[in-house]
């Protein structure tokens, strides 16, 4: 069963814009993660939240949790065709060491 | 970071048929994890893989269908049985190092004709 509900489902913006992606949950997390697939491909991670964060950066990448309303965002600043790719958020329930995906975010990120 | 190798990457299956696929990781890793990608959908959890015990299975998956092994730290297998064309989908092996991140193998794509 999915955990994780996103939006958009799809995104397409141009080089140089911010490019938001939303994720909600339902239950009680140990952390949240995000993960980018290029089509066809394995999942590559990007960045790990812990539940008692609320704001991570790594690079480009902003991440914000937000535990009270159940919900993430991914911010990509300054984007690139090269991160034309699907997103998804990943949640660890709660002690579990199970990873459950959200629906993902399809980005397309046009020169 | 744990490289995980997986074998088949692909396979083109007959209808009543079982495929086994092999995921090798290169270093020990506390957990590892079954899932499965039907196209154009996002991952959904099979099982865990126990090393020395039984799998633990997710809602709507079962043993007799997608049997799993985990002999040693570092390596496990997921059966796919009397496949039917539903099966066609991309199954990806995964481990969790002791940072809790997930890393991933390239993925093993299905096809059942």
């Known amino acids: 069963s999915q955990q994780g509900e996103e939006d958009p489902q799809a995104l397409s913006i141009q080089e140089g814009e911010n490019a938001t992606m939303n994720c909600s949950y339902k239950t009680s997390i140990n952390n949240l993660q995000w993960y980018r697939q290029n089509s066809g491909r394995g999942l590559v991670h990007l960045i790990l939240i812990r539940s008692n964060e609320r704001e991570k950066h790594s690079g480009r990448l902003r991440v914000t949790l937000d535990t009270s309303k159940k919900s993430s965002s991914l911010l990509i600043t300054a984007s690139r065709a090269a991160d034309t790719a699907s997103y998804f958020c990943a949640t660890e329930i709660r002690n579990t060491d199970k990873l459950i995906f959200g629906t993902g975010t399809r980005l397309q990120v046009f020169p | 970071s744990a490289v995980i190798s997986q074998k088949p990457s692909r396979d083109i299956c007959q209808r009543g048929t079982s495929l086994t696929i092999q995921c090798q990781v290169d270093?020990?890793?506390?957990?590892m994890f079954w899932y499965r990608q039907q196209p154009g959908q996002s991952l959904t959890l099979i099982a865990t893989a126990n090393q020395g015990s039984e799998a633990t299975y997710e809602s709507g998956f079962v043993i007799d269908k997608f049997p799993i092994s985990r002999p040693n730290l570092t390596f496990s297998t997921l059966t796919v049985s009397n496949m039917s064309p539903e099966d066609s989908s991309i199954y990806l092996c995964?481990?969790?190092?002791?940072?809790?991140?997930?890393?991933f193998g390239e993925g093993s794509r299905l096809t059942v004709l």
């Open positions: 995964s481990a969790t190092d002791r940072t809790g991140e997930l890393f």
């Open positions: 270093s020990q890793v506390t957990m």
